[in-house]
């Protein structure tokens, strides 16, 4: 049976309850009676965006204690910033991030807005950041659905619609059973149980408060929803990343502020292509490149590479202008994003 309005409190009683004894405690949340910080939830938000809380709590930790208000963020040098975000990906949102503070201090002074429109507005935020900010950071009654939220709600009513059809089904039900009041435990609540309780492979149905309303666990088949269309294989590209060593430093660039992994230093690279591209794209054509056995693998969203390591010692010239030389021994507070990072420990010890 289908709730019959919004707030059903078959749906919003039992969960609110459990949650209140069984909340997760995380650093971005306000204690029961405290006011929620809009910069927190906003910060914590945009940071756990494809990303675990397991590594974004160490990290928000980092940012909280160095950027404690937007304004201190809006502040901040960009390079700064995206070299404080390296091993998080998606550095897009890192761009985005910093784009966003500037623009809530200066049209907004320094305010987050509260309406889930005024919110989209902002550099990097969609419809979920908009509905989880307005819903937790300022008691609005918002429909705010992310992977856990999808997961519980497709079992709760058993659809079998696969994905990304299932959505708009998904989001009206889930409209359907968010209370008119602590929307954003409410919230939160479904965000904790589906990281708990309703996993994506394992569930605990016995202890979860949903049970007696859940048509998946009824049927004893909770982990056959939501129902996912086949997965294709993944592209393969390659490329080649080249160490060029000079008197204990090596040679970074920064990368090209758009497309993947815009605006980071990284070591050289050149094309990623379907086939391997040899020495193309090297920083010194001069240099006697030698290609080590390793391979660097990492697997991006959308592809996987396979870099060649091209490993060479320069001469007495300076380098390029768009290049800066690094100290190797400090070479871990250069931010560089985690595929270069996995290159950057093969090459001191293939340099020598």
């Excluded at 204690?65 to 809006?74: G, H, Y």
């Excluded at 889930?174 to 996993?199: E, H, K, N, V, Y």
């Excluded at 290049?323 to 560089?336: K, M, P, Q, R, V």
Aim: hydrophobic fraction near 45%; charge should be positive; aromatic fraction near 8%.
């Amino acid at each position: 049976m289908l709730p019959a309005e919004p707030g059903d409190a078959r749906y919003s009683q039992s969960l609110l309850s459990w949650y209140d004894a069984h909340a997760r405690d995380l650093p971005w949340r306000h204690k029961p009676g405290e006011p929620a910080d809009p910069y927190r939830v906003w910060l914590s938000e945009i940071m756990l965006q494809q990303t675990t809380v397991a590594t974004v709590r160490p990290r928000f930790a980092e940012f909280i204690a160095r950027w404690p208000t937007v304004a201190a963020l809006a502040a901040t040098d960009d390079a700064d910033l995206m070299s404080a975000w390296a091993g998080l990906g998606y550095y897009a949102r890192a761009r985005n991030l910093l784009a966003c503070a500037r623009q809530v201090v200066t049209a907004h002074g320094g305010v987050f807005p509260s309406e889930e429109a005024a919110l989209r507005a902002l550099p990097g935020i969609g419809d979920y950041t908009a509905a989880a900010i307005a819903a937790i950071a300022f008691g609005k009654r918002a429909v705010v659905i992310d992977g856990n939220v999808e997961r519980v709600v497709a079992r709760l009513f058993a659809i079998d619609t696969p994905l990304p059809a299932a959505k708009p089904i998904i989001r009206s039900l889930a409209d359907q059973i968010t209370p008119m009041t602590r929307a954003g435990d409410f919230a939160q609540a479904m965000m904790d149980l589906g990281s708990g309780l309703c996993g994506p492979r394992v569930t605990q149905c016995l202890l979860c408060p949903l049970r007696p309303v859940c048509r998946a666990a009824a049927a004893g088949t909770p982990t056959a929803f939501p129902v996912k269309p086949r997965k294709s294989a993944k592209p393969q590209r390659y490329g080649t990343v080249f160490w060029l060593e000079q008197a204990g430093k090596v040679l970074l660039v920064r990368r090209p502020d758009k497309g993947l992994l815009g605006g980071m230093r990284a070591l050289p690279t050149g094309p990623w292509t379907d086939t391997a591209p040899g020495l193309e794209g090297a920083p010194d054509a001069t240099v006697d490149w030698q290609i080590a056995p390793d391979r660097v693998s990492h697997v991006f969203t959308h592809f996987t590479l396979e870099l060649a390591l091209a490993v060479g010692r320069a001469g007495g010239h300076l380098p390029p202008a768009t290049g800066e030389w690094w100290a190797i021994t400090s070479l871990d507070s250069a931010g560089l994003p985690t595929v270069f990072a996995k290159a950057a420990r093969l090459g001191p010890r293939l340099g020598h």
